[in-house]
C-alpha cells in the first residue's frame, strides 16, 4: 500500500499542474478582467479606484480624471473596454499595478514558483493576502460541510440499509415520496423557506438569522459559546442536508439490494446465520465500498461549492462567497488561489478514499495494479 500511496502523491504534481493550466488559459481569455473593472470604475468616477492607481506611481499625485482631461480627445485605440480618452501612460501604469505589464506565460510562471513555496499573492481589490483570506473564511466553510456530510451520511446510510431490507412494502414507498419531494427542492429555496418558519419572518422567532455566532461570543463562558455556535448552525445545515442525503439513500439502497441477491448471501442465510450477521458481517462491507468512494467527491461539492448560496442566503462569508465574489471581480490571484488549494485537497480526498476502500476491504490491492 505504501508504494502505492507513493505513486499516487508523485501524480499529484502533473496533475494539479494540468488543472491549472487549463483554467489559466480560461480564465485570462474571459473579458472583464482587473484592468478593465479599475477602468469602469473610474469613468464611473469612483474616487477609491482612482486614488489607489494614482498612488501606486512612484510618488505620482495626478488623479486619473486629470490624466483623463489631459489626454483629451487622442482617440487612442486600446485593447481594453472603456479606456476610450484615457492617458495611455495612466492605463500602463494601472496595467503594472496588477502585473498586467507582462505577457500571459511570464505571468503564469511567475506564480507556479510562487505556489510552489505555497504564495498564493494578494488579492487586487482587498489588499489582504490570499492565503490570509482564505484561513479567515475557512472555519464557516468547514463548519457547513463537515456538519453536512457528517448529517448526511448519517441519515442516509442507515436509511438506505432499512429501505433495502423492506424493498417494496409501505416503507420504502413512503420514504421514496419524502426523498423524491426533498431532492426536488434547491436547498437556497428550503433555507428560505426556514427563515420565514423559524427566523423571525412570518411564524416563530427561535434561530438566529445570520452569522456563525453572536456578536458578543467572545465574551461567553466557553460552553455557552458552543451552544451558541451550534445554535447559529441549525438553519444553514438543514437547509444543506435536505438536498444532500435523498442521492447517498438511494446509492445505498441498491448497493445494498445487489449485494443481498448475491449467491454468498442465500449461502450465508441457508446455513442458518442470523439475519443481523448476514447484513453487517457480509453484506455491508462490500456494499459500502461504493459508498466510501463517492464520499470525497460528495464532501467536496458540499464543502466547496454547495454551500455559496447557503453563505449568502444567511450572512455567512466563506469561502463560497469568497470565490463567487472573486469570479464577479476578476480578482485573479483569489480565483487562483482558492483553485489551487481546492484542487489539492481534491486530490488528497481522492487519496484518501482509495486508503478507505483498503481499510474496509484489506483483499483489494492497488498495489497489484497500474495507477
Known amino acids: 500500500m505504501l508504494a502505492y500511496i507513493i505513486r499516487r502523491l508523485a501524480l499529484v504534481v502533473p496533475t494539479l499542474l494540468g488543472i491549472v493550466v487549463v483554467n489559466f488559459i480560461i480564465i485570462q481569455a474571459a473579458p472583464g478582467g482587473p484592468v478593465e473593472q479599475t477602468l469602469a470604475k473610474i469613468q464611473g468616477t469612483d474616487v477609491e479606484a482612482t486614488a489607489r492607481v494614482s498612488g501606486t506611481g512612484q510618488g505620482e499625485t495626478t488623479s486619473g480624471a486629470a490624466r483623463q482631461t489631459a489626454a483629451g480627445d487622442r482617440g487612442t485605440v ?65 463548519s457547513l460541510g463537515l456538519w453536512t456530510t457528517l448529517l448526511v451520511y448519517l441519515i442516509s446510510i442507515p436509511l438506505g440499509i432499512a429501505k433495502s431490507v423492506r424493498d417494496g412494502d409501505r416503507f420504502d414507498v413512503w420514504t421514496s415520496a419524502v426523498i423524491i419531494f426533498g431532492n426536488a427542492i434547491p436547498g437556497f429555496l428550503f433555507a428560505i423557506l426556514l427563515i420565514v418558519l423559524f427566523a423571525g419572518g ?29 445554535w447559529h448552525m441549525v438553519l444553514p445545515v438543514m437547509s444543506m442536508v435536505i438536498g444532500g442525503f435523498a442521492g447517498l439513500t438511494m446509492l445505498t439502497k441498491n448497493s445494498f439490494l445487489e449485494e443481498i441477491n448475491k449467491q454468498y448471501v442465500i449461502t450465508a442465510r441457508a446455513k442458518g446465520l442470523e439475519e443481523k450477521r448476514v447484513l453487517y458481517g457480509h453484506v455491508f462491507r462490500n456494499a459500502m465500498l461504493i459508498v466510501i468512494a463517492g464520499f470525497p467527491s460528495a464532501f467536496i461539492g458540499i464543502f466547496f461549492t454547495g454551500s455559496m448560496l447557503t453563505e449568502i442566503i444567511f450572512s455567512l462569508d466563506g469561502l463560497g462567497l469568497l470565490g463567487f465574489e472573486a469570479l464577479i471581480n476578476r480578482d485573479y490571484p483569489i480565483v487562483f488561489g482558492t483553485l489551487y488549494v481546492f484542487t489539492l485537497f481534491g486530490l488528497i480526498l481522492g487519496l484518501i478514499g482509495d486508503i478507505m476502500y483498503h481499510v474496509v476491504d484489506p483483499r483489494i490491492d492497488f498495489e497489484a495494479r497500474e495507477v
Open 202 to 230: 412570518s411564524f416563530l422567532d427561535i434561530f438566529p438569522l445570520r452569522g456563525l455566532v453572536s456578536p458578543d461570543w467572545g465574551d461567553l463562558p466557553w460552553y455557552f459559546k458552543i451552544t451558541d455556535y451550534l
Open 78 to 142: 486600446s485593447k481594453y473596454r472603456g479606456a476610450r480618452g484615457l492617458d495611455p501612460e495612466f492605463i500602463k501604469e494601472i496595467e503594472k499595478l496588477y502585473g498586467f505589464d507582462k505577457p500571459a506565460h511570464e505571468r503564469f510562471f511567475i506564480m507556479l514558483k510562487n505556489y510552489m513555496v505555497f504564495d498564493l499573492g494578494d488579492s487586487f481589490f482587498q489588499d489582504r493576502s490570499v492565503v490570509n483570506l482564505v484561513i479567515d473564511k475557512m472555519p464557516v466553510s468547514i
